[in-house]
Antibody, heavy 121, light 111 residues
Framework: QVQLQESGPGLVKPSQTLSLTCTVS??????????WSWIRQPAGKGLEWIGR???????NYNPSLKSRVTISVDTSKNQFSLKLSSVTAADTAVYYC?????????????WGQGTLVTVSS | QSALTQPASVSGSPGQSITISCTGT?????????VSWYQQHPGKAPKLMIY???NRPSGVSNRFSGSKSGNTASLTISGLQAEDEADYYC???????????FGTGTKVTVL
């Protein structure tokens, strides 16, 4: 069974860049059958889709975050990453990585446990 | 893209049935049979419970069922159990600028 695990700093200063990595195990990120996504959830609030990447490197981003987001993939390490620049307190949230089938239901089927990122000086 | 609308909370006694609604528009819920439901316990990752409106992934209890009518999808939990106490989110494919949109979330309390 596929497993996803987020990693990265839990504290980021305002105006800096948030960087997170998702390590995929139990399956190859290069299989071509899935998108690899980032989703976040501010405390006490709902889920927000950030963006996704395909193994070819093709990306889709939420228009509300597009100017600040970069998602990349490293197939040699079976990992994909998120960078969010110019962060503010509003970016404080639990960040999840997730898998979404290319052909099938357009929503994630497997998620990582999530990692809390706090933006504060 | 606006979030889909769910009731903030729903409660029921053990053994009862409850239904959670998820209201969108013809551009999302009403236009496609791509509604999913997630269960999220505190501090845990969301777990897929229903996909494509009414299909259950392997391993999900048949006490969970989904349906849709017009622009509103519903998740029904029958034979409510203490372990069902969690937050529930719907999601739907959308023809707008993101591939899917989530609901506002519903807290289910087992009395």
């Amino acid at each position: 069974q596929v497993q996803l695990q987020e990693s990265g700093p839990g504290l980021v200063k305002p105006s800096q860049t948030l960087s997170l990595t998702c390590t995929v195990s139990g399956g190859s990120i290069s299989s071509g059958s899935y998108y690899w996504s980032w989703i976040r959830q501010p405390a006490g609030k709902g889920l927000e889709w950030i963006g996704r990447i395909y193994t070819s490197g093709s990306t889709n981003y939420n228009p509300s975050l597009k100017s600040r987001v970069t998602i990349s993939v490293d197939t040699s390490k079976n990992q994909f990453s998120l960078k969010l620049s110019s962060v503010t307190a509003a970016d404080t949230a639990v960040y999840y990585c997730a898998r979404e089938a290319v052909a099938g239901t357009p929503s994630p089927d497997y998620w990582g446990q999530g990692t809390l990122v706090t933006v504060s000086s | 893209q606006s979030a889909l609308t769910q009731p903030a909370s729903v409660s029921g006694s053990p053994g009862q049935s409850i239904t959670i609604s998820c209201t969108g528009t013809s551009s999302d819920v009403g236009g496609y049979n791509y509604v999913s439901w997630y269960q999220q316990h505190p501090g845990k990752a969301p777990k897929l419970m229903i996909y494509d409106v009414s299909n259950r992934p392997s391993g999900v209890s048949n006490r969970f069922s989904g349906s849709k009518s017009g622009n509103t999808a519903s998740l029904t939990i029958s034979g409510l159990q203490a372990e069902d106490e969690a937050d529930y989110y719907c999601s739907s494919y959308t023809s707008s600028s993101t591939p899917y949109v989530f609901g506002t979330g519903t807290k289910v309390t087992v009395l």
